[in-house]
């Protein structure tokens, strides 16, 4: 029957399916943005930033990796920091999208451009982990991994992002023909 859930198939439709990969990944690329970007949203972070809270310890974990703990405390001040340089330019009256993820500012220093700054974020993760490597193979590979996260996040981004435009552009255009 249709709208049915089939009861050997564990997600409903392939779109649950999407959703959670896309989930998972924004989980990961939160683990990374706090050190990698400023001046998120009031939900920037959100449900899946408490998840990437949960994630970095169990990697560490799996990983046996004490490296990654420190990486995990490092995390939470800098979401700290990030919160309260958040919360400071709100009270200073400069308004942000409420779920902006943050200027890649690390990224930023080599390209002034913000699209090509995220577009180059996932190769800085894969030099950073390559690097962090010789510290710990779990704390590189976690970091590598930003490499598929954060790259995957920019692109769904800048596909939504066309759509927004085209959705306007096709709103303008209906209402110019529509008025004449």
């Not at 959703?19 to 949203?41: D, E, K, M, Y």
């Not at 939504?160 to 209906?174: F, Q």
Request: net charge neutral.
């Amino acid at each position: 029957m249709p709208g049915q859930k089939d009861p050997e198939s564990f997600f409903a439709s392939n779109e649950e399916c999407a959703n959670l990969a896309i989930f998972a990944l924004t989980v990961h690329a939160l683990c990374l943005t706090p050190f990698l970007r400023s001046g998120q949203g009031r939900r920037g972070l959100g449900w899946a930033g408490l998840c990437a809270a949960l994630l970095i310890p169990m990697w560490a974990g799996f990983a046996r990796s004490e490296p990654l703990v420190l990486y995990w405390y490092a995390w939470l001040v800098f979401v700290a920091y990030r919160r309260l340089e958040s919360l400071i330019r709100r009270w200073r009256g400069e308004r942000v999208h409420s779920r902006y993820v943050g200027y890649p500012w690390l990224a930023g220093i080599i390209f002034r451009n913000e699209s090509a700054a995220l577009y180059f974020e996932p190769f800085l993760c894969l030099g950073l982990g390559y690097l962090l490597q010789g510290v710990d193979e779990g704390l590189g590979f976690f970091v590598s991994c930003g490499a598929l996260s954060l790259g995957a996040i920019a692109l769904m981004d800048r596909e939504r992002r066309i759509s927004i435009d085209t959705a306007i552009t096709d709103g303008e255009i209906e209402a110019q023909q529509y008025w004449r």
